[in-house]
């Protein structure tokens, strides 16, 4: 359960790790804001700047250049990221030479703003433009103004080997799907992350078995919509329908990857987000059933339970349907769980309507929540055509109310762990007590115990002796 801020806080800046190639002697200070595939992307993006010479530093002061992966989902998420240029701008004036760049989704959406308006910035660089920034941070340090900012049909950076800047050496992100095309009406990410298209699944398994070879027990699938992969060849999602007959007869769909990596890597657990519940199909609910590789655990984000809302939102399901998927997934998987992402306050929501979506969340029961409110994005259709006529007061008290109700549904279900043994794999120290383990069971509950002779990277069964709304807290067995 987290609320916005919680979750920000989490997953948003600096790196863990720092990468360092002999011989290289240009130094980057790179930070990610939002999602997971931002913090993915900047891997990407370090692993190509090392081959042009650069090691990644922790100290800003000492960048040759920096670059921060931005995150335009909310207007907030953005205001983060101004005040950090600013910061990065006041540093430049004790080290001159340093250069500066945005790449992601606000470099995107933002373009050549970022250079006329801001004169912040050197470095402007979409999500689908990195493989150009050789070329671009040449012509940064010849002292010009440089940006790519076009979209792709068919950059999935699937031979780019990322180096792993976000691990804990234990779990690492794959990217199998890039952008969506699901135009939610509130969403900027279509337009800022472009077309859906797939990865060769064979490069897929490729990195899954270098990560398990280099001491890696975990992976995580990534995609805005993992549910809507599908590889025939390359290219665009939306051009399927005219792939030749023997391309559409071999395709590949999400639950057949699934089936792929976890058969290869039968030891590794694989872990997968976010799920889109208008393509989630009952496949992927039997592959996860059939694989104890397969983490029971499912991001299953629903926005509202309001069917009218849902309309205006584009979401393509209604609340039925959405229970039906949830009845599928208990019937399935009975020992899954499942989490939520909530809007509250879209364009027209009444008083009937958060209570429609209160009353959803009280029969899934969710295990964890991400909550917002809602919050208007430049270019979308909500901003087009609907008016954001819900006061703020209102979008607060709503999400406050639905924060606090996912709050008892977590403790509830951290309760039914309590004097069960549970298997958790051991990512690192607890991050309050050094004595003490930090790891996660397969419904991605966080786990606490006292330290044995493990080690990081071990699976090991853990009693749970009591718990928070947020961690369990146990003993080896
Ligand atoms: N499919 C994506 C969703 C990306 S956005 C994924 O991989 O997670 C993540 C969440 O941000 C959404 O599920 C939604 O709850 C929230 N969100 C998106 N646009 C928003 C907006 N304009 N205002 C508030 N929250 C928003
Ligand atoms: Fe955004 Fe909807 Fe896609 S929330 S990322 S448009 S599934």
């Not at 948003?12 to 240009?26: D, P, R």
């Not at 009845?327 to 958060?354: L, R, W, Y």
């Not at 786990?447 to 947020?470: H, R």
Request: aromatic share 6%; glycine share 6%.
């Amino acid at each position: 359960m987290a609320s916005e801020n919680i979750i920000e806080e989490k997953k948003q800046g600096q790196a863990l790790v720092t990468f360092n190639k002999e011989g290289n002697n240009k130094k980057l200070f790179i930070e990610s804001y939002g999602c997971q595939m931002n913090l993915n992307d900047s891997e990407i993006v370090a692993s190509i700047l090392a081959k042009e010479g650069f090691n990644t530093t922790p100290h800003l002061e000492d960048a040759d250049l920096v670059l921060v992966n931005t995150c335009s989902i909310r207007e907030k998420a953005e205001q983060t990221i101004r005040k950090r240029l600013q910061k990065y701008n006041k540093v430049r004036k004790i080290n001159p030479a340093m250069k500066i760049g945005v790449l992601g989704c606000m470099a995107e959406r933002l373009k050549t703003k970022f250079l006329e308006e801001e004169k912040m910035v050197d470095l402007v660089v979409g999500p689908d433009a990195y493989r150009d920034l050789p070329n671009l941070v040449k012509e940064v340090e010849s002292g010009k103004d440089a940006i790519n900012v076009i979209l792709s049909k068919e950059e999935t950076y699937g031979d780019v080997s990322p180096v792993r800047l976000n691990s804990n050496g234990v779990s690492a992100f794959i990217s199998i799907t890039r952008g969506c095309d699901n135009m939610c009406t509130f969403c900027v990410v279509p337009f800022t992350r472009g077309r859906e298209r797939s990865r060769d699944p064979q490069s897929i398994i490729k990195e899954a078995q270098d990560l398990w070879d280099n001491g890696y027990k975990e992976i995580t699938l990534l995609g805005q919509n993992v549910d809507s992969y599908l590889w025939y060849g390359g290219g665009l999602k939306k051009d399927f329908k005219n792939a030749s007959e023997i391309a559409k007869a071999t395709a590949i769909n999400f639950a057949n990857l699934l089936e792929m990596v976890a058969t290869t890597l039968p030891k590794i657990r694989i872990r997968f987000a976010t799920s889109n519940p208008q393509d989630m199909s009952i496949d992927v609910l039997h592959s996860m059933a059939k694989y104890d590789n397969i983490c029971k655990y499912i991001h299953l984000p629903v926005q509202t339970g309001s069917t009218r809302m849902l309309e205006r939102m584009n979401r393509q399901h209604s609340r039925e349907e959405y229970m039906t998927l949830i009845d599928n997934v208990k019937k399935i998987i009975p020992d899954c769980a499942i989490s939520q992402d909530m809007i509250t306050g879209f364009c027209g929501e009444t008083e009937e309507d958060h209570q429609e979506t209160l009353s959803l969340m009280e029969y899934v029961k969710y295990d964890f929540g991400f909550m917002f409110a809602y919050s208007e994005r430049p270019g979308t259709l909500a901003a087009k055509k609907m008016e954001d006529d819900v006061p703020l007061a209102t979008k607060k008290r709503r999400l406050t109310e639905i924060i606090s109700l996912q709050q008892t549904h977590s403790l509830y279900h951290m309760e039914q762990f309590v004097g069960k043994t549970v298997e958790v794999l051991i990512e690192g120290n607890s991050k309050k007590s050094d004595a003490h383990w930090m790891g996660r069971n397969s419904q991605n509950a966080v786990a606490v115990f006292q330290k044995g002779n493990e080690n990081i990277g071990d699976l090991v069964m853990v009693k749970i002796d009591s718990c928070t709304s947020a961690t369990l807290i146990g003993s080896r067995v």
